[in-house]
């Protein structure tokens, strides 16, 4: 009877054992498969965040030129909806989840050739900025230059013009009676002589000119013989009192012109002035009592 009883225990501390075993080996087997489920969740996480990055690097990227701008939209929604479907994917399906990590390194890949094609064209742009900002400070300085060159050639021609003028000097207004002497009575004036030279200048045109005499009694009225006798000088055209035609060619030359009036002249001063079309060449006043 003990024997058996022996036998009885003996069989049953082996099927202990063995049953313990089974149960060791299958808490060992959770728990590696837990294990595991963890470190593809980790993954899948990781996944994840390296796709949203690319989506943030993706966004980040920009260009003027419209051909980029809509292939990068186009990339853009790739990663989009890989990042759709890696959120579907059980932690798991470890054979897709490497399949999407293949598919994040080629998106990687393109948005490296895009950086460098866009730094390549920011790069020209900057080289065109450069090269537009130099051509315009070159169109600057010739403009300058030019305007200078052509205020200095308006301001030479200028003074050749100014040195080219006939210029007069001495000049005197002389009120006359009937015999031709001169007078300061206004009753007995009956005429004015206007005297003066042109200076010599062998530079100036020379031929045949026209002295023009403008004269104004004491209230500043312009004395004429009745009629409206206009020159031009300057491009201006004004009215003038009597002229005289000279030949003049070069050297100094003296010159009268007399004007009578048509009126009995007043008391007070009377103003003369000479003109060629170039401007004015004198001034002179005489009163009378």
Same mark, same amino acid.
């Given at each position: 009877m003990e024997k058996k009883l022996k036998i009885i225990i003996g069989v049953l501390s082996a099927v202990i054992l063995v049953l313990a075993g089974v149960l060791i080996y299958q808490l060992s087997? &959770?728990?590696?498969?837990?294990?595991? @489920?963890?470190?593809?969740?980790?993954? /899948?996480?990781?996944?994840?965040?390296?796709?949203?990055?690319?989506?943030?690097?993706?966004?980040?990227?920009?260009?003027?030129?419209?051909?980029?701008?809509?292939?990068l939209q186009i990339e853009r929604e790739k990663v989009a909806e890989l990042i759709e479907k890696v959120r579907k994917t059980e932690a798991t399906n470890a054979a897709q989840l490497r399949k999407y990590e293949k598919e994040l390194g080629t998106l990687r890949s393109i948005m490296r050739g895009y950086v460098k094609q866009i730094d390549s064209l920011n790069q020209m742009n900057i080289a065109l900025k450069e090269e537009i900002t130099e051509a315009k400070k070159q169109v600057k300085e010739t403009t300058a230059k030019n305007e200078a060159q052509a205020k200095k050639i308006e301001e030479q021609s200028k003074k050749i013009t100014e040195g080219s003028s006939v &210029?007069?000097?001495?000049?005197?207004? @002389?009120?006359?009676?009937?015999?031709? /002497?001169?007078m300061e009575r206004s009753s007995r004036a009956e005429q004015f002589r206007v005297s003066l030279s042109l200076v010599e200048n062998p530079i100036a045109e020379t031929g045949l000119m026209t002295v023009y005499i403008r004269i104004k009694d004491p209230d500043g009225v312009l004395m004429t013989d009745g009629g409206q006798q206009v020159f031009t000088c300057n491009g201006e055209q004004m009215i003038y009192t009597a002229a005289r035609e000279v030949d003049y060619q070069g050297q100094e030359l003296d010159l009268n012109i007399f004007f009578t009036p048509g009126t009995e002249l007043v008391k007070g001063t009377y103003?003369?002035?000479?003109?060629?079309?170039?401007?004015?060449?004198?001034?002179?006043?005489?009163?009378?009592r």
């Open positions: 087997k &959770k728990t590696e498969i837990k294990e595991t @489920v963890q470190v593809l969740t980790v993954d /899948k996480e990781n996944l994840t965040d390296q796709l949203t990055q690319l989506q943030q690097d993706y966004a980040n990227l920009s260009t003027t030129n419209d051909t980029i701008n809509t292939q &210029k007069g000097r001495g000049m005197s207004i @002389v009120a006359l009676n009937g015999r031709g /002497k001169a103003t003369a002035e000479a003109y060629t079309t170039r401007g004015r060449i004198g001034t002179a006043e005489v009163s009378l």
